[in-house]
């Protein structure tokens, strides 16, 4: 059982960046990539970044796409999330996971970053 736990929300201004952290308790073969999403109000769930263990490869929503930077620290087991450029529709809940492409297996339990105009 991977256990993530992420850190580093909070109540930022427009424009304004925040880095988060997500720290897994092990890197398994079942913990294949890590991945943010985001749950805003009264809105489903959304990828938002993924970032694979072994090489570093990443992916990214368009939404967020130069804005938006996730990286690993491999000696760490420590995925961050560095946005940059905050608008208020990035308000949400931010969601850590871990597992294989298209299947996530581990959730964490999200952190609030609140964006104010």
């Known amino acids: 059982q991977v256990q993530l736990v992420e850190t580093g929300g909070g109540l930022v201004q427009a424009g304004d960046s925040l880095r988060l952290s997500c720290a897994a308790s092990?890197?398994?073969?079942?913990?294949?990539?890590m991945g943010w999403f985001r749950r805003a109000p009264g809105k489903e769930r959304e990828f938002v970044a993924q970032?694979?263990?072994?090489?570093?490869?990443?992916n990214y929503a368009d939404i967020v796409k130069g804005r938006f930077t996730i990286s690993r620290d491999y000696a760490k087991n420590t995925v961050y999330l560095q946005m940059n450029s905050l608008k208020p529709e990035d308000t949400a809940v931010y969601y850590c996971?871990?597992?294989?492409?298209?299947?996530?297996?581990?959730w964490g339990q999200g952190t609030q970053v609140t964006v104010s105009s």
């Open positions: 970032i694979r263990w072994s090489d570093g490869r990443t």
């Open positions: 092990e890197r398994t073969g079942s913990s294949y990539v």
């Open positions: 996971a871990s597992g294989v492409p298209g299947d996530y297996k581990y």
